[in-house]
């Protein structure tokens, strides 16, 4: 299992329109074959700062995902809504023993 964490900083002029397109892509992505949640959220502390938490069955799911026209319709006006290039991070779960 893998999620990815995308965090995007959104020009405050443009957060209405990146939530917009949100809502089709995050609609589509959830039932892409893999996907196990897909989830866009907002930082209490900065409006301009939202974060996509992203959990996949594996690695091979992410493939068609960034070919989805869903996924590539949303990334169109994303360009034109963020004020800085995205941070996304692919991270798994740390194998750690609860005692």
């Known amino acids: 299992m893998i999620y990815v964490v995308a965090t995007l900083t959104v020009k405050p ?5 990146l939530i ?3 809502q089709a892509c995050i609609a589509g992505t959830r039932k892409e074959p893999g996907n196990i949640a897909y989830d866009l959220h907002e930082s209490v502390t900065d409006p301009t700062k939202m974060v996509f ?7 091979e799911a992410l493939e068609p995902h ?3 026209d869903h996924f590539k319709a949303f ?3 994303a360009a034109n ?3 800085a290039p995205p941070k996304i991070e692919v991270i ?5 023993t609860v005692r």
């Open 53 to 59: 938490v992203e959990q996949w069955e594996n690695a």
């Open 81 to 83: 809504c963020l004020s």
């Open 92 to 96: 798994t779960p740390a194998d750690v």
């Open 13 to 17: 002029e443009a957060r209405a329109e």
């Open 66 to 68: 960034r070919k989805a």
């Open 75 to 77: 990334g169109r006006v």
């Open 20 to 22: 917009a397109a949100a």
